[in-house]
Nanobody
């Protein structure tokens, strides 16, 4: 059974950094793209970043390019999202996702995603 567990969310101030982690259970880490999405109560789910199974394919949403970095540690079945220079508009629930398809993992709304985590809340205050 595949499960994704996010952790590392919390409260930070504008300009701070935060790292989210997502541990994947089940045999998907070597075969699936891993990604991050985010959503608030007022916004639709938004693609943030994705990484291929080899680690060489990297994709980012326009709003986070240059500030966020996605990476993976295959030995730990963990994908990370390093978030720097955080802004108030980065505050959201961040969801870990996994899918075999690059089209799905980079879909702007994450439609038809194979697997989702339960989310980690990130709060950014001024």
């Amino acid at each position: 059974q595949v499960r994704l567990f996010e952790y590392g969310g919390g409260w930070v101030q504008v300009g701070d950094s935060l790292r989210l982690s997502c541990i994947a259970s089940g045999r998907i880490f070597s075969t699936h793209y891993m990604g991050w999405f985010r959503q608030t109560a007022r916004t639709e789910r938004e693609f943030v970043a994705a990484i291929g199974a080899s680690g060489s394919e990297l994709y980012y949403g326009d709003s986070v390019k240059g500030r966020f970095t996605i990476s993976r540690d295959d030995a730990k079945n963990t994908v990370y999202l390093q978030m720097n220079s955080l802004k108030p508009e980065d505050a959201a629930v961040y969801y870990c996702a996994a899918d075999r398809s690059v089209q799905t993992i980079t879909n702007p709304r994450g439609s038809n995603m194979g697997y989702w985590g339960r989310g980690a809340l990130v709060t950014v205050s001024e």
